[in-house]
């Protein structure tokens, strides 16, 4: 085979390979101008809503069927009345369109450049119906609004014909002028707007940069298409972010022919426009739906979404729920006499809990005022009294407030409703070894009254009953048990902190002469709570016939301490075999304190993982809670249909299993 062969083989081989790679990988813009349509200017009211079917990149030719499009919301049709929309009529409901172009005069246009950009600007705007307003802002070392928006073609012409070139590129500065000659000109954002960037660089004078640029086109609100005019493949980047940020394209030309057929297809963008009028059923009164338009042509069907919030009826209206809309539904709509009713019970509820945390009824059980009555037979200390009643101990001996009429009924309901069977005995040793001053039946009605409120405020959150009720009912219950749950663990890892320095006490009190009694009876004069209440009790008890050892025994039993339950034993075997039994609790001291040294170490040592754990069980939850709370409607397919639900309770499942397993991890016995 001959050289010249090889070489005609080779470029074969390399033209198959670029007609390949533009088939697969086609340029920036190619491929873009396809047709589509979108929803604008909606208007809702009781009933009825209308909005404007935009239609762009239709092909030649074809043209909307009025008889040929179609409307559902979440997938109910809804009856649909189309007309011909016409902006030039003063009368037409339809929102007035504009496009600003912003062209490039840099010196790197000057010559064929800039004269090419011109041909092409003004075939555009004479491609555009003409109800749509021009503008023209110029970018060079400056950038500057060689024209406001106006319907009058001429006046575009002579702006478009007195454009000079020299200077660099100040693309971004551009840009900003451009969204506040719109702003300034009347053409807020109830205008259909948009913006047309040619440019033949990067920007390389602008006062702002980038990301400025881009955050003042994404908080305007209009689409930008930018024109990179002999681009190279490096340099599309800036552009790519302007046009992404505002929901525009990139279209890139390298000649003066792709520039004027470009231009063309930016100019279909603002064509075909019809009014769409509906008759909203009663069942989608005053819901958030999204709205669904087909649109039937000979270039195919297009599609059209947008969420929309229908109006609700009046009173003097139709009847709500007259096609299907009940109450509770995951997405209907509420009765009017549902919000009131739930800020009415909100607010009792409220009172209640105020009432239950603040006021509350008589303090105390009688196994309480039992223990106080010891009290006065006691060593008179009246510190030890004060903390007793901290505590929840003794305090039935004070006169109690006059409660309410409705919080009495109330808390002696839930108390006939618990009696005095095992379940209350439950609670009310709950509550104690929490440190709580109040009844079980006090504690019972604030969470039935928590339950209550979250429920109510969830369903007026939501707008549905059926899914506010059952999470708020759990929550509540499930919030105070943990609360209950995290005052419990308070107070025992304070006794367990505090039991070395008590130990300590006891031992000198021993080694000063005095008996293991008087030795806990200065414990409670230190008054150093929960030590100072729990050794208390076992003194009381001592008094009613229990031995100091099983009064000890049954505070470590309370308490859960096995340290203390193996002092309890040291003090047994020193009963009855003798000893030093201040040497002993000592030596204990010192053990406990190296073992709590250790403790922290690995606490310490393990730290990074619990902050890992909490950080990955924190994180999704907290993105949920943020983006239902800025973009409900985003959220809102979560928990308004089947599978969002599903995949809810999955997602809880998954963190709940996870949270678990990080937690077996990073804990360590000591």
Known sequence: MSAADVVRRRGAVALLGALLAAVVFPLPGMGQDVPQASIDAVEVSAGHARFALTAANLPDGVALDQGKVGVDADGTEVPAKVTALDSTDPGSPAPVRVVVVLLDTSGSMEGSGIAAARDAAA??????????????????????????????????????????????????????????????????????????????????????????????????????????????????????????????????????????????????????????????????????????????????????????TFAALSKSGRAAGAGGGAVGDVAGTAPEWQLPALLGVIFVGVLLVIWLLVGGAERGEAGRRLAGQFERYGPRHSAERGAERGAGRGAGQDAAPQDGAVARTAVGLVDRMLGSGPRAQVVAARLDLAGMKIKAAEWTLLRICTAVVLAAALTVLFGSALLGIPIGVFLGWLGTKMYLGFRTRRRLNAFGEQLPDVLQLVAGSLQSGFSLPQALDAVVRENTQPSAAEFYRALAETRIGFTLEDALDRVAYRMNSADLRWIVMAVRIQREVGGNLAEVLLNTVETMRDRAKTRRQVRALSAEGRLSAYILVALPIVVATWLFLVRRDYMRPIYTTPIGIVMLLGAGLLVGVGALWMRKLVKVEV
């Open 123 to 308: 075939r555009f705007v004479a491609d555009l119906p003409s109800d749509v307003h021009v503008g023209l802002v110029t970018f060079a070392e400056q950038s500057r609004l060689a024209l406001p928006p106006t319907a009058d073609r001429s006046q575009f012409g002579a702006a478009l014909a007195a454009v000079g070139t020299g200077g660099n590129t100040a693309l971004y500065d551009a840009v900003a002028a451009a969204i506040s000659a719109l702003d300034g000109a009347g053409f807020g954002p109830s205008a259909q707007r948009r913006l047309v960037v040619l440019s033949d660089g990067v920007d390389t004078s602008s006062s702002m940069d980038l990301e400025t640029a881009a955050r003042t086109l994404a908080d305007a609100g209009a689409p930008t298409d930018v024109v990179a005019f002999r681009y190279g493949p490096s340099d599309t980047s800036a552009v790519q972010r302007i046009a992404d940020v505002s929901g525009g394209r990139v279209l890139e030309a390298q000649d003066a022919a792709q520039l004027g057929a470009v231009f063309a297809a930016i100019a279909r963008s603002f064509t075909h426009r019809m009014l769409v009028e509906l008759d909203v059923p009663d069942s989608l009164a005053g819901r958030s739906v999204q709205l669904r338009v087909r649109v039937t042509t000979d270039a195919g069907v297009l599609e059209a979404t947008a969420p929309v």
